[in-house]
């Protein structure tokens, strides 16, 4: 698995240096016809996902434990957030929290632009591209991979997730091929995030010091921020990248209150009880819109470039951010799983996009000339941060935590897909060989790097390479996810629910009442359950507990692992 993975990864990366024009052209083709065939399907997809995982937290099922009955969550809440929400977010907040509201605003897909409607708009369709969608991808390819693996004990890899549907096949060619797509889906993915993280950083720095913002700059970003993100994983989960998702938690935190307390801030807090407001109502028409009508005449055109890469970056980062939600998310339930994973990043990830998203509309607003109309999407927040009625010295520290809270979320999450990539060709092995994980995270490194100088060989921005190759990717990987939801609700329902009985009673409790010489109670005459102080058929622990038996006797099913609550 490790050396057909490299192989290919390698090849692929001698084709965009050897001929990075026949590279760009053969993806931009490959795109194309995605997008004009294909894009429902990433529609309805990422909507039947949300539908999917909302019905697992709210069903019977949202008490079965990711591991056996007894487990108990390795990591405490804080981290377990911290991690979660620096892998399955990173780099793209800081990168589009600014210029894609603006974007939207000024080139709506429907309605007028710059109007106050647009306006509204903006926000909504940056919501709904950051909200529940994203989320709810990665939720069911993190609680397949959690449940086979620590409920059924079979390995931490995709094919696992596929078990009920192949059987034994998962450890032959069907269930190799599972597992070399989602190599690469996470390779491409981590692509796609590490170029424009580089992107935001070479701005931060043209900001700062002056440096031209060029391709070659980019490169060597992505160069030496991938040496930064070696050194975490080579410090392994606790040590390295629980400690740098903490890190840069507090630092992006830390960034968005100044913004938040030196920007409009009460304005900004109508703006997101309004965006919450409007997000809720509006989300389950958007989640299965395609603009038949064709919108403004480029609805096709916005779509494809908004939506359907989104949903494409999304699943293509579905085996990277899915497998690591799964590896630290042993022994919880279903139910606290799914809620933790769409609710609290999603809550975070509102509030972050109403405070740089509506900072930067309410200045375009009162002035359609204003820089930030017309700026490229990886300075949009330095420009943000220099309208802000401050010291000069504030804005240029504001400036320069920006630059390092990229260049962490960078990190995170080149490391943490380092290790699931790592873990995925070392046959699910969660603690596979430091050599390895290196080898990764420099490839996908280089990756990125090909892949900006393939989007520049053609001519094209480097932001429409990371784009197709994003989308690309998703499309086999969004069929794999299907057929994960098809197998883990299989799955579940040969999870047993066990109601515990009441005790027998006694012959000897008959025996005393038939001899006792005491006259006869009020509720004597009553069947023996429902008299007074009695309630054979309730107690507080034993309402409901799971057995991971099969309905017949569980020996049919090779890859069960047995728990405490299992019965015979």
């Known amino acids: 698995m490790f050396i057909s993975s490299a192989v290919l990864a390698v090849a692929f990366v001698l084709w965009g240096v050897i001929s990075p024009t026949s590279l760009g052209e053969v993806a931009g083709a490959v795109n194309t016809w995605i997008t004009d065939t294909l894009g429902w399907l990433y529609i309805f997809s990422a909507t039947g996902f949300l539908i999917f995982v909302l019905f697992l937290m709210m069903?019977?099922?949202?008490?079965?434990?990711?591991?056996?009955?007894?487990?108990?969550?390795?990591?405490?809440?804080?981290?377990?957030?911290?991690?979660?929400?620096?892998?399955?977010?990173?780099?793209?907040l800081v990168f589009y929290a600014v210029s894609e509201p603006i974007s939207h605003f000024t080139a709506p897909p429907t309605g007028e632009p710059?109007?106050?409607?647009?306006?509204?708009?903006?926000?909504?369709?940056?919501?709904?591209?950051?909200?529940?969608?994203?989320?709810?991808?990665?939720?069911?390819?993190?609680?397949?991979?959690?449940?086979?693996?620590?409920?059924?004990?079979?390995?931490?890899?995709?094919?696992?997730?596929?078990?009920?549907?192949?059987?034994?096949?998962?450890?032959?060619?069907?269930?190799?091929?599972?597992?070399?797509?989602?190599?690469?889906?996470?390779?491409?993915?981590?692509?796609?995030?590490?170029?424009?993280?580089?992107?935001?950083?070479?701005?931060?720095?043209?900001?700062?010091?002056?440096?031209?913002?060029?391709?070659?700059?980019?490169?060597?970003?992505?160069?030496?921020?991938?040496?930064?993100?070696?050194?975490?994983?080579?410090?392994?989960?606790?040590?390295?990248?629980?400690?740098?998702?903490?890190?840069?938690?507090?630092?992006?935190l830390a960034l968005m209150l100044f913004v938040f307390f030196f920007g409009p801030t009460r304005d900004l807090l109508n703006?997101?009880?309004?965006?919450?407001?409007?997000?809720?109502?509006?989300v389950p028409g958007l989640s299965f819109q395609t603009f038949p009508d064709g919108g403004n005449g480029t609805a096709a055109e916005?779509?494809?470039?908004?939506?359907?890469?989104?949903?494409?970056?999304?699943?293509?980062?579905?085996?990277?951010?899915?497998?690591?939600?799964?590896?630290?998310?042993?022994?919880?339930t279903i139910r606290q799983f799914v809620a933790g994973c769409l609710f609290a990043p999603v809550g975070a990830s509102m509030v972050w996009l109403t405070v740089f998203g509506n900072s930067a509309l309410e200045l375009v607003q009162n002035d359609p000339d204003h820089p930030l109309a017309t700026a490229a999407p990886e300075t949009a927040i330095?420009?943000?941060?220099?309208?802000?009625?401050?010291?000069?010295?504030?804005?240029?520290?504001?400036?320069?935590?920006?630059?390092?809270?990229?260049?962490?979320?960078?990190?995170?999450?080149?490391?943490?897909?380092?290790?699931?990539?790592?873990?995925?060709?070392?046959?699910?092995?969660?603690?596979?060989?430091?050599?390895?994980?290196?080898?990764?995270?420099?490839?996908?490194?280089?990756i990125a790097a090909v892949l900006l100088a393939?989007?520049?060989?053609?001519?094209?921005?480097?932001?429409?390479?990371?784009?197709?190759?994003?989308?690309?990717?998703?499309?086999?990987?969004?069929?794999?996810?299907?057929?994960?939801?098809?197998?883990?609700?299989?799955?579940?329902?040969?999870?047993?629910?066990?109601v515990a009985l009441p005790p027998e009673p006694s012959p000897l409790d008959s025996l005393r009442r038939s001899t006792s010489r005491a006259e006869p109670g009020p509720d004597d005459d009553r069947p023996a359950g429902q008299r007074t102080g009695s309630d054979p058929l309730m107690c507080e622990t034993a309402v409901a507990e799971f057995a991971t038996s099969s309905p017949s006797d569980g020996g049919d099913d090779p890859g069960r692992a047995s728990g405490p609550g299992d019965r015979s």
């Open 114 to 252: 710059s109007s106050p409607e647009a306006a509204r708009d903006s926000m909504l369709y940056t919501f709904f591209h950051w909200g529940l969608h994203p989320w709810a991808i990665y939720i069911v390819l993190g609680l397949s991979l959690g449940y086979f693996a620590f409920r059924r004990g079979l390995p931490l890899r995709p094919a696992a997730a596929l078990y009920p549907l192949l059987k034994e096949r998962i450890n032959g060619w069907p269930g190799y091929l599972v597992d070399v797509l989602a190599v690469f889906g996470t390779l491409f993915g981590l692509a796609t995030s590490l170029g424009i993280g580089a992107q935001q950083v070479a701005a931060g720095l043209d900001v700062l010091f002056g440096w031209e913002n060029t391709t070659t700059l980019q490169v060597l970003l992505i160069l030496g921020i991938t040496a930064v993100a070696i050194a975490s994983l080579m410090l392994g989960l606790d040590k390295g990248i629980r400690r740098l998702a903490l890190l840069n938690l507090w630092l992006a």
């Open 59 to 92: 069903s019977r099922y949202g008490r079965v434990k990711l591991g056996p009955s007894d487990s108990t969550p390795e990591y405490g809440n804080t981290s377990w957030f911290a991690m979660l929400f620096t892998a399955g977010m990173g780099i793209g």
């Open 302 to 332: 916005w779509q494809s470039g908004w939506t359907l890469f989104y949903w494409g970056w999304w699943i293509s980062w579905s085996p990277f951010v899915g497998m690591f939600l799964a590896r630290i998310s042993y022994g919880r």
């Open 271 to 282: 703006s997101l009880a309004a965006n919450m407001g409007s997000y809720v109502q509006e």
């Open 382 to 446: 330095y420009v943000l941060l220099a309208q802000l009625p401050v010291a000069q010295i504030l804005i240029t520290l504001a400036s320069v935590l920006t630059v390092f809270v990229v260049v962490l979320f960078f990190a995170t999450s080149s490391d943490s897909g380092s290790l699931v990539v790592d873990i995925l060709t070392n046959g699910g092995d969660p603690n596979p060989r430091w050599q390895q994980r290196l080898f990764w995270a420099v490839l996908e490194g280089v």
């Open 454 to 498: 393939a989007g520049a060989a053609t001519g094209a921005d480097a932001l429409s390479a990371l784009q197709t190759a994003a989308i690309v990717a998703g499309l086999p990987l969004g069929i794999v996810l299907i057929l994960m939801a098809i197998g883990l609700s299989t799955a579940l329902r040969d999870e047993k629910f066990v």
